[in-house]
């Protein structure tokens, strides 16, 4: 019997037997390696060198091999999650240091000299924006560096959404006019949390509504302006419908509307309203149709004779009115 493929030692070389493989060691990292940059060099490394092997024979151990990476890079490059991964891990001095300024990170790795930070700022003042974007607008650097700068400086991860991709089974989750207005696509769930693709942190008023369509709680994940833009266009077009809300299960039925209360009996007073009431519009009704029948269909009428009909129609009135008031009398009761 051929022997199984050890995905972890033949395509990532790593040596350790145990498993399951901790992030660290899933990514070739030292325990505990802080440095966002370091963190996401060695998820890219692997992510290029698996992605050779998606169209072989091995294409779904592949494709499983790069969501464990991109799981890994996400949690160990998100502050709050990677504080909380490595308390799992037996960390004590888990405590998350002070976080250099986007300003800062972008002078350190030499992306931008103190000249073009200072044009950036001077810019920044005077249409109101912020570093990053006015950065982006000047064209001082490549929109992705950018980014990275901005996702070490909050704290929060950074994907490429081709890479990564969006979940199609959660994009209806999220209305399209939400995902419009606020620019943002679900990539994964991972550790319980939906992860949520947008150029910037995700508001706690989105959070919140995120929060209780997917039923678990909602983590940002940073991405470039054009990439959100482009995943939007895809899977949020402006010509997409609203959705259709699904109809309650049959293990959960529809509650029944309330019936409708029963009618309060008349009183003595209002039965004899109500007989008088059919009775005048009887007689109307009688002396009326007796009247046209004479003028239309009777060949008309001489006024010498228009007394004796005028009180013919009465008589009839008078009948008709009887037998309403009788009839509804008897209904009454």
């Not at 209806?172 to 319980?192: E, N, Y």
Request: proline letters at 7%.
């Amino acid at each position: 019997m051929a022997q199984a493929l050890d995905v972890y030692r033949e395509w990532l070389g790593i040596t350790e037997k145990a498993r399951p493989l901790n992030f660290y060691q899933l990514l070739r990292l030292k325990l505990f390696e802080d440095d966002p940059a370091k963190i996401r060099a060695h998820y890219q490394k692997m992510n290029a060198h698996v992605r050779k092997y998606t169209t072989g024979e091995h294409a779904e151990a592949a494709s499983q091999l790069l969501d464990e990476l991109a799981k890994a890079m996400l949690c160990l490059t998100d502050a709050q999650r990677k504080r909380e991964y490595d308390i799992s891990l037996g960390r004590g001095d888990a405590g998350e240091g002070r976080r250099r300024r986007i300003e800062e990170v972008l002078l350190a790795n030499k992306v931008l000299d103190q000249e073009q930070l200072d044009k950036a700022r001077r810019f920044a003042d005077q249409v109101g924006l912020d570093i990053r974007d006015a950065v982006m607008q000047q064209k001082l650097a490549p929109p992705d560096t950018v980014m990275l700068a901005y996702a070490e400086a909050e704290g929060l991860p950074y994907v490429e959404l081709d890479d990564v991709g969006v979940d199609e089974q959660l994009v209806p989750l999220i209305p399209p006019k939400t995902a419009r207005q606020h620019s943002c696509v679900p990539i994964m769930t991972d550790g319980g949390k939906v992860l949520i693709a947008s150029s910037s942190p995700l508001v706690p008023d989105l959070e919140e509504e995120l929060r209780l369509r997917f039923e678990m709680p909602v983590r940002t994940v940073l991405c470039t302006p054009t990439s959100i833009n482009q995943a939007i266009t895809k899977y949020y077009p402006r010509d997409m419908p609203t959705p259709v809300v699904a109809a309650p299960k049959a293990s959960q039925p529809a509650a029944p509307k309330p019936a409708a209360p029963p009618k309060e009996p008349l009183t003595p007073e209002q039965k004899i309203k109500q007989q008088i009431r059919v009775s005048i519009i009887a007689f109307n009704v009688t002396v009326v149709l007796y009247m046209m029948y004479q003028v239309l269909l009777g060949g008309g009428m001489d006024m010498s004779n228009y007394f004796g009909v005028a009180a013919l129609a009465v008589v009839l009135g008078l009948v008709a009115a009887g037998i309403g008031f009788f009839v509804t009398k008897v209904v009454q009761k």
